[in-house]
């Protein structure tokens, strides 16, 4: 009823220990008109719950009576033998019921090399119920893993995924985006970039670099989500980029006290030293 009320159901058991937890879980639904699974609620996470077969690995579940119940998770990461765990699932459906999911790989976060190692897909035709799984993207360190060069802002290469189901052209195109640096196409700072399946997940497009500034200018971009437009088709990417404030033009604190000064001028009354009788 558009949000009135609310009812609670639990999609993953909480960890009995206080050290243990259901990490960074996305849910989504299949709203396509017509799909063979349209309504079906799909969650997933990474399983950081010590001494159990999942540990530290990518899982998912679905709900076919809008979250009542679950069916028992599926395990998507292990089978990709991440040197460490894998985080930042992100799951998205086809057309015709088709689910994925996507997630970074860590394989050398043990001996302190943090960024993200690879891309890990998995797909599902039969709802949610089995899944192939491959490393879509393979390449040591390309991630931007840890605080963004002198802040204290946490950022990661978790990727976005969208699909089109605009059933034009490029009905079923599976879009996935991430940032990367140091390696190409990416240069030196955070960039922003993109790879495409045509084919349902089978092969995948070399990435393409997605932000247009000058390549090693210093300039960082970080955060993307990308969605398609389901009624023309269009792809949309969105992503944070810290630009101004390294050209010294102006910084978040000038931001703020701009807003401020701003408040101040418009409603002195409530924000100025002026008092109104």
């Known amino acids: 009823n558009n949000g009135s009320n609310w009812s609670s159901y639990i999609a993953g058991t909480d960890p009995s220990s206080s050290s ?25 996470w990474t399983h950081f719950v010590t001494g159990n077969a999942s540990e530290n690995q990518v899982v998912i579940n679905y709900s076919s009576n809008s979250g009542v119940n679950w069916s028992s998770f599926v395990d998507l990461s292990s089978s990709l033998s991440p040197g460490s765990h894998a985080q930042g699932v992100n799951i998205n459906t086809g057309p015709n019921g088709e689910v994925y999911a996507t997630f970074a790989v860590y394989d050398n976060w043990g001996t302190g090399i943090y960024g993200e190692d690879a891309i890990g897909f998995a797909k599902s035709t039969d709802g949610g119920v089995t899944w192939t799984k491959l490393r879509i993207y393979n390449v040591a360190n390309f991630g931007i893993r840890g605080n963004l060069k002198t802040t204290s802002i946490r950022v990661s290469s978790f990727p976005s995924m969208t699909v089109d189901r605009s059933g034009g052209s490029r009905n ?32 995948w497009s070399t990435p393409v670099r997605v932000n247009s500034d000058a390549l090693n200018n210093g300039k960082d971009q970080y955060y993307p989500w990308c969605a398609v437009d389901q009624s023309n088709g269009m792809l949309h990417i969105v992503f944070y980029a810290r630009i101004a404030s390294e050209t010294k033009q102006f910084d978040i604190a000038d931001v703020a006290d701009a807003i401020s000064e701003k408040l101040i001028h418009r409603h002195p009354h409530i924000y100025g030293d002026v008092k109104v009788q």
């Open 172 to 203: 079923g195109y599976i879009y996935i985006c991430w940032p990367q640096k140091g390696v190409s196409p990416a240069g030196s700072d955070p960039d922003i970039v993109m790879i495409r399946s045509t084919n349902g997940g089978s092969t």
């Open 20 to 44: 243990d937890l259901l990490d960074k879980n996305h849910l989504w639904v299949d709203k396509k008109n017509g799909s063979p699974y349209a309504n079906r609620v799909y969650d997933a």
